[in-house]
């Protein structure tokens, strides 16, 4: 998951099914299948990626600047 602090996408090593929540838990994107993750559109803080990928989930913080 990488760049990480993110301005305009967030790309993926591979295409995984992928959930942004913010810092209260409330999820702000769900996207299937995907390895770059448009995340122009939300504010600037600290999100939490939920990453599913051949059935095992991965949560990792990113900053969006």
């Given amino acids: 998951v990488y ?3 993110a301005i305009n996408q ?7 099914d992928i ?4 810092v209260i838990g409330d999820m ?3 996207e299937n ?3 770059v993750l448009d995340v122009s559109k939300i504010k600037s803080g ?3 990626l939920q990453i599913t990928y051949e ?3 991965i949560n990792k913080r ?3 600047e």
Avoid: G, R
């Fill in 3 to 5: 760049p990480n602090p």
């Fill in 33 to 35: 299948n995907v390895n």
């Fill in 10 to 16: 967030i790309n993926i090593n591979k295409f995984v």
């Fill in 62 to 64: 990113i900053i969006k």
């Fill in 19 to 22: 959930k942004v929540y913010n």
């Fill in 55 to 57: 059935n095992k989930t």
């Fill in 28 to 30: 702000i994107i769900s």
């Fill in 46 to 48: 600290m999100y939490m």
